[in-house]
């Protein structure tokens, strides 16, 4: 068995969902979704509960669009001609510039869990996606060792609570589309229910 396996055995079910709510979070951030991933988005299924049914106004709003569209309102939110409508970064949502001291701090933690920037990538470690995408690692164990609870709280009190949630209400209230708002809704109630979890361990 593999030293990962044996790792994720030692995940519970609950934080194996979290971990997959913050790596969904990080692709739909990322990059506009291709049309496979418009194909799988389309299936998902919605319960009743506050998560599920953000979740089904994605799916919802996913049967609605085209990936062409998608790529075209991504540019304009998080791209755009010199800058989008949002810049899903930590630094400027905390400071109002890039490359500031949250990024500094960000970096020391990377170091500290043995987390490096993904080859090809040139913009800074603090977006958005790739926040999420660090917090799925960290729960899996996917950077050398499962995160301990305490760990992941420190994690993301430093660096994803005091912006993501603020950052997520806004994208949610966007009119530019309907998807990404959507997307937004999802992160605003899951950043809100992180905190409150964390809050709440001792």
């Not at 049309?35 to 996913?62: C, Y």
């Amino acid at each position: 068995m593999s030293n990962l396996t044996s790792m994720r055995d030692e995940i519970s079910p609950e934080d194996a969902d979290r971990a997959v709510m913050y790596g969904f979070l990080g692709r739909m951030l990322q990059a506009a979704p291709s049309d496979d991933d418009l194909a799988v988005l389309r299936s998902l299924s919605a319960d009743d509960t506050p998560m599920g049914l953000l979740l089904g106004e994605i799916s919802a709003s996913a049967r609605d669009v085209a990936a062409v569209d998608l790529a075209r309102d991504y540019h304009d939110l998080f791209i755009g001609l010199g800058r989008g409508e949002f810049v899903p970064f930590g630094s400027y949502y905390l400071t109002g510039f890039l490359h500031e001291k949250p990024l500094a701090e960000l970096r020391a933690s990377m170091a500290g869990f043995g987390i490096e920037r993904a080859e090809g990538v040139s913009e800074p470690e603090d977006h958005i996606a790739a926040l999420m995408q660090m917090m799925e690692g960290l729960i899996l164990g996917e950077f050398g060792q499962v995160a301990s609870l305490d760990e992941q709280k420190q994690f993301f009190t430093a660096h994803i609570g005091s912006w993501a949630g603020h950052f997520f209400k806004d994208l949610a209230a966007s009119g530019t589309s309907r998807f990404y708002s959507a997307v937004g809704a999802l992160g605003e109630q899951f950043m809100a229910v992180e905190a409150e979890a964390f809050a709440m361990a001792q």
